[in-house]
């Protein structure tokens, strides 16, 4: 509601698309990130667990490829909209930021590669299913509805993205984060506010 002056949803995937360009001509590769970028910036769990821990967050900002980046930037557009309908600049900055942290958090503490291999993760996944929780979170308890029905949908949305070289405890973590997030800011807002805001949110396009 209060994030209309700041628009953080085209600034954060202005600033996605902006680090992937970057990492294209470093590699000289626009279809893919070089490794020599993921290695540093990406989350490499074993050189976190050595020090690297700023990895935990500017993962969020590396993709693997063109399509990665592509794929994620659409579902932030529709979700990141929504959030702007629903939160103020701070809830929404936190939702995303802190949600992306619990996901690599998450996979810092149980990723596992096969064979011995390097667990490496990259990508905002974890901080858009944040977005996605707590918008539909917040718009069923706004309305006074039952919260199932916005958990099996959000739930459903999570299991149908798992699948081979998906992190599936980054979706998951920050699914999480922002269902109980989402919930908190819903449950501590006054009824008119929750009206002007569910107002606001069934005249967007979405």
């Not at 900002?61 to 909209?81: E, P």
């Not at 103020?88 to 011995?116: H, R």
């Not at 990508?123 to 006074?144: E, K, N, P, Q, T």
């Not at 922002?178 to 009206?195: D, F, N």
Request: glycine share 14%.
């Amino acid at each position: 509601m209060n994030c209309e002056k700041y628009k953080p949803t085209y600034i954060l995937i202005g600033l996605n698309v902006a680090i992937y360009i970057i990492g294209a001509i470093i590699g000289g590769n626009a279809l893919q990130t070089p490794d020599s970028v993921v290695v540093v910036w990406g989350q490499v769990n074993k050189l976190v667990f050595e020090g690297f821990y700023w990895q935990l967050f500017t993962s969020m900002f590396i993709h693997a490829s063109i399509f990665h980046l592509v794929g994620n930037m659409v579902f932030l557009f529709i979700f990141g909209l929504r959030g702007e309908e629903m939160f103020s600049l701070s809830e929404y900055l936190g939702i995303y930021l802190l949600g992306g942290l619990a996901g690599n958090i998450l996979s810092l503490a149980f990723g596992v590669a096969p064979g011995g291999m390097l667990f490496i993760s990259v990508g905002a996944s974890g901080a858009i299913f944040a977005l996605f929780g707590a918008c539909i979170i917040y718009d069923r308890h706004a309305v006074r509805q039952s919260i199932l029905g916005a958990l099996v949908f959000a739930f459903f949305l999570f299991f149908i993205n798992t699948g081979e070289g998906v992190n599936v405890l980054a979706h998951f973590g920050g699914l999480v984060f922002g269902l109980i997030g989402g919930y908190m800011i819903a449950s501590r807002r006054k009824p008119e506010q929750h009206v002007s805001r569910e107002f606001r949110y069934r005249n967007t396009p979405f």
